[in-house]
C-alpha cells in the first residue's frame, strides 16, 4: 500500500509560503523576527496530544490543525524554519517512559524536540563546533514536562524522523486493524532508517498478531540489539516467550523490566490503568497513590484516584482527587475536562446530600 514520501511529509503548500512571506520579508528572516512564529506554535499547539497515535500529520495537515502530536508539530516547525532560512536540528529527549491510554491500549511513547539556530555561514569552516546559546538558538519543546527539566538530548537526523512518522502512522492503523496498512508503514520506516529501533518493534508486534512467531522473536531481537533500552520490545519478546511457552524466559524479562520501573511514576499510572480497567479497583489506587508519592506534579495519577473512587461511590474523594487533576493540569484542553466533571460530580453530591 502507498505511504506518503518524504516530500510530502515536510513540504509547506503555497497558501502557507505566501503567509510566511507576508509575514517575514526577507530582511526580517533573522531567529529574532520568527521567534514570535515559533512561539505561537508552542502556545498553540496542545501538547497533551502529543501522546495519542492518532494524531501523526505533515506538515502541510499540522498547519491547518495544531492539535497535532509533538512529532508533527516539530516537523511544521522545521520546514517554516528552513523556508525562513534558519537551521533546524531534530533531538530525542531522554524522558522516562511514558504511558499513555489510548482507545484501551496503553501506549508508551517517545518524546523529540526542535532546536532552531541562525543559519551559518557557508564559508564558515565545518570543523567548528556550533554551540547551542539562547541567544542564538530557539529550543522548540511541545511537552512542558520537557521543558521544565533539563532531560539529556541527543541530535538526530531528518531520516530518523521520517521513520517516527512511518511507525506512529503504522501504530494508528494496527490499533484501527488496518493490518495491511501498518505493515506498509512499518516496512517504509524500517527502509528509510534500518537502525530505528520502535519500527522493528512495532513490526514484530504485527508478525506476533498474525502468528508469525519466529520472525516475531527476531524482529524483537533485532530491535533490543540496536536499543538495549528498548523495554517496550523487551515486554513484548516476554509475552512472545509466554505465548510459546517459555515461561521461565519471560519471568526473567519481565523481574528485571519490573526492577527498572519501580521509579518510573508512569508507570505505576499504566499499571493503574490496567487494574481500573479490570475493575480491581483496590490495587488500582495503590499504583495510583505510588505513582504520587514518586511526583506528586503529575495530574494523571489524581484523575485515576478521582474515577477510581467514582467507581466506589465515593464521590467526596472522587471529588477531591479531581480537584488536584485540575490543579495539577498543563494544558487548557485538560482543564475544560476536569472543570467539566468536577461541576457534574458537585451537582450529584448536592443531590445525593439532599436525600
Known sequence: MPVENSTEIFVLNDKITQQLDLAFPTHKRDLNNTKKLLNFLLENGDASLSYQAGATLT???????????????SILAYSMAEYLGLDGQFQTVHIPEYWAVSDGYNLLTGHINLVVTQRRNSNTNSNITYLYTSENSLVIDFDPN??????????ITKQRITAMFYNNKGATAMLNGQHDLAYSYFLAATKTDENYSGAWGNLAVLLRLHSQYANAELAYNFAI???????TALGNLALLYQLTERGELADEILTKLDLKRQTNPYYHVALGNDAYLIKNYQDAIKHFNKAKLIDRQIHDSYFGLARTYYQLGDFKQAYTQLRFANKHADFEHDKQRYHNKLQALRAMTVKVNNH
Open 59 to 73: 506538515a502541510n495537515q499540522a498547519y491547518s490543525d495544531l492539535n497535532a502530536n509533538c512529532l508533527s508539530l
Open 146 to 155: 520537557s521543558r521544565g527539566e533539563k532531560f539529556k538530548t541527543t541530535p
Open 225 to 231: 540489539a540496536l536499543n538495549p533500552d528498548n523495554n
